[in-house]
């Protein structure tokens, strides 16, 4: 297509553009830019904001709910992370053979992603229901008793991260299905010949290859992980006794239901901080094992 | 632009304002009211009520912004934030003081008298519960109670009495050993152990969250303790009320509709679902006390957005919605909740309807009533002693421990 030159040209690509820009300025720019402002106020939407300082903040860091949240949050991404890591690649590994229906497969373990968290996590709430559940049914077969899950404190968050990696296991794997695919098959031949097993050709050809993805699934899980929300919203909405409440749930619970519009914002925002001291963090750590050279 | 455009702007203009003209040739007023309590069962109810009101009242038009409980409040802070809130909307109990408090609301008392309308059909305590600070800032629409439901065939097969008005908590403790002695999968009785059981259990054994004049958490009394030690008693100690794990995700509705609970502790709005869900006989008592009785009174009421420009409006309709005798027989038929009325044939068409037997217990209960323990950090308040009762009913912590932790929170966190 054409578009003119120079002036012209800039003007056209500007154009069309500007729905987007504009909506990302108006819909979530602004709106990060003035929550940064809010998070020093007292403001509970019916009232005028008061500017109140560094008040939200120092109670924030005070509280021991903001340190039990972050305890909870960070035991999810610990069993959540590498389990979900395994499962994916693992998946991405069984994925990448030939064999009939395998378009099929990669369809069905693409489908949770594509499914609302309202509707997963509903349906998982019965999957894991202590009496009925599916899950327990089956360890039944196997003669363990499956435990009470999400109405026990200690097997609620375990329950949860189940259905997330469920929920996400196939978008992940899509990816590592990429990576896999990328790697020349000249490397395995050749380790054919030298007679290495197959243990030793995942771990020193599969491996190093693919830890470029390996990187970048580890950070977005990481950063999706601290603003789980849905799931832990429609399946325990923070119980039992507490035990699931994940910083989400409190920033929503903050802002919606005690009308504390500032001191949500101020959560927010420390949860950003969070965030990207942590990317970072893992940004620098890659020269230690992430290999770029395929 | 070209004259031919300009000409075409001129006539759409003109029609715009032709097509708003008949609206004003009828002086016909369109007022805006947002709603939850209606709800799906009774939408039919409402709108019949809309109907009825804009005959009588050819000069009003009503718009119902009906929306589920769980997404109302937070679309109404929108609403009011953005300046486009409904001329006239319902609050729970709970809220209305929280929203009075932040001066979202019209003071009906001055606004009644320019009217013309008067607040006499209603019962006093339903009406004196939406004053704030002395001033009637809203009109109550409905209230509800809540009760001892209990299943006859268990107590027979049990071979105990019935639940009677001079029950205490003994009592319930008794009768529920020996219902759970029935079956392996039967239950004595079902009571949540949760923030408003909590402070209604509390007011049975003399106790409160607040001291007298609400500048102190009492929470942590010792009344409160052993208040907390019967209901978690109930689950851990005798459980002859089911853990969650042994409830295992089904509604407590269900489990008494199925015959596997011999008493459950909710409301009068349980009614119309336990007609046709129960496979039982049922009936229902007033709730037993310990030192004294006390029980829930709940109500929802209507209210005057500040901002609103037909208030006068907004006042005639929300008062005929819930007072008058057109509007409140509706009401009782449909079985949404009662009428906040002080009229004696409305009173007698909701205790003759069937079931239960007992229906005098509604009324019999508002001897004891016992109102939400309103404050503006209402729903932080809940939420912080929710938490901690959790605690004491996973058996984390002892009701001490908890309610000792549930009032340092609260003297950290609540603004009396």
Redesign the interface.
């Known amino acids: 297509m054409y578009i003119g030159k120079g002036r012209q040209r800039q003007t056209t690509i500007m154009a069309f553009l500007a729905p987007t820009v504009l909506g990302f300025l108006v819909f979530s720019f602004i709106p990060i830019l003035r929550s940064l402002y809010l998070s020093f106020t007292s403001w509970d939407i019916l009232q005028p904001a008061e500017w109140v300082g560094l008040e939200n903040y120092r109670i924030l860091l005070g509280s021991e709910e903001f340190w039990r949240v972050m305890r909870n949050t960070a035991e999810y991404i610990v069993l959540y992370v590498p389990l979900m890591l395994i499962m994916s690649l693992g998946l991405a590994s069984l994925l990448n053979r030939e064999f009939r229906g395998v378009g099929a497969y990669k369809v069905l373990f693409f489908l949770p992603v594509l499914t609302s968290w309202v509707a997963g996590s509903l349906i998982w709430r019965w999957i894991l229901n202590h009496k009925y559940g599916l899950v327990n049914i089956l360890l039944g077969y196997i003669g363990i008793e499956g435990p009470p899950w999400l109405d026990h404190r200690l097997w609620a968050m375990p329950g949860i991260v189940l259905a997330s990696v469920w929920k996400d296991v196939g978008f992940f794997a899509l990816i590592f299905l990429g990576a896999l695919k990328g790697i020349n098959l000249e490397y395995y031949e050749a380790a054919e010949i030298d007679g290495a097993s197959r243990w030793a050709k995942f771990r020193y050809i599969t491996l190093p290859l693919v830890s470029p993805t390996t990187f970048f699934v580890t950070i977005t899980s990481i950063i999706n992980s601290f603003q789980v929300f849905a799931q832990v919203q429609i399946m325990t909405n923070g119980g039992p006794a507490g035990a699931t409440q994940v910083i989400m749930e409190r920033i929503y619970k903050y802002a919606f239901q005690f009308f504390k519009m500032g001191y949500a914002s101020a959560l927010s925002w420390v949860l950003f901080a969070i965030i990207l001291v942590i990317t970072l963090v893992q940004w620098h750590l890659q020269k230690r094992w992430v290999f770029y050279d395929g | 632009m070209s004259r031919r455009r300009l000409s075409l702007a001129v006539v759409c203009a003109v029609l715009v304002v032709l097509c708003t003209v008949p609206a004003l040739g009828a002086q016909k007023v369109t007022i805006t009211f947002g709603n939850f309590s209606a709800g799906s069962d009774n939408e039919a109810t409402l709108a019949a009520m809309k109907a009825a009101f804009e005959k009588a009242n050819p000069d009003i038009e009503v718009k119902l912004h009906s929306t589920g409980y769980g997404e109302y409040?937070?679309l109404l802070?929108?609403q009011?934030?953005g300046g486009t809130a409904p001329d006239c909307y319902e609050l729970n109990y709970e809220n209305f003081v929280?929203?009075a408090a932040?001066?979202?609301l019209v003071d009906l008392g001055p606004l009644a008298k320019t009217t013309g309308v008067s607040f006499s059909g209603y019962d006093a305590n339903a009406l004196d519960a939406f004053k704030y600070n002395g001033k009637q800032f809203g009109v109550p629409g409905s209230y509800s109670v809540v009760l001892l439901f209990y299943n006859k065939d268990l107590f027979d097969q049990a071979k105990i009495p019935y639940p009677n008005d001079d029950w205490t908590w003994n009592d319930v403790i008794e009768a529920g050993k020996k219902i759970r002695a029935l079956g392996d999968d039967i239950f004595g009785i079902y009571q949540p152990v949760q923030f408003w059981e909590f402070y209604k259990t509390i007011a049975q054994n003399g106790g409160s969250l607040f001291n007298g004049d609400q500048t102190k958490f009492t929470v942590n009394s010792p009344e409160n303790i052993e208040a907390l030690q019967y209901m978690v008693d109930k689950v851990i100690k005798h459980n002859i009320q089911p853990?969650?794990?042994q409830?295992?995700?089904q509604g407590d509705w269900d489990i008494f509709a199925a015959g596997k609970v011999g008493m459950i502790v909710t409301g009068n709005w349980a009614f119309t679902f336990m007609k046709d869900a129960a496979k039982c006989r049922w009936d229902v008592a007033v709730e037993p006390g310990n030192t004294q009785k006390g029980c829930h009174f709940f109500s929802n009421g209507y209210v005057i957005n500040e901002s609103s420009k037909k208030q006068e409006a907004a006042l005639r309709w929300i008062t005929w919605l819930s007072s008058s005798q057109e509007s409140s027989m509706l009401r009782v038929e449909a079985g949404w909740e009662t009428p906040p009325v002080s009229d004696e044939s409305v009173i007698n068409a909701y205790v003759a309807q069937r079931p239960p037997e007992n229906r005098k217990a509604v009324f019999d209960s508002l001897k004891y009533l016992v109102t939400p323990p309103v404050i503006e950090?209402f729903?932080?308040m809940a939420?912080i002693v929710d938490?901690q009762l959790?605690?004491a009913?996973?058996g984390?912590k002892t009701p001490q421990q908890a309610l000792d932790d549930a009032q340092r929170?609260l003297e950290?966190k609540i603004k009396l």
């Open positions: 409040f937070r802070q929108t009011i934030a929280a929203f932040k001066n979202a853990t969650e794990a409830k295992s995700g950090q729903n932080e939420a938490l959790e605690k009913r996973e984390e929170e950290q």
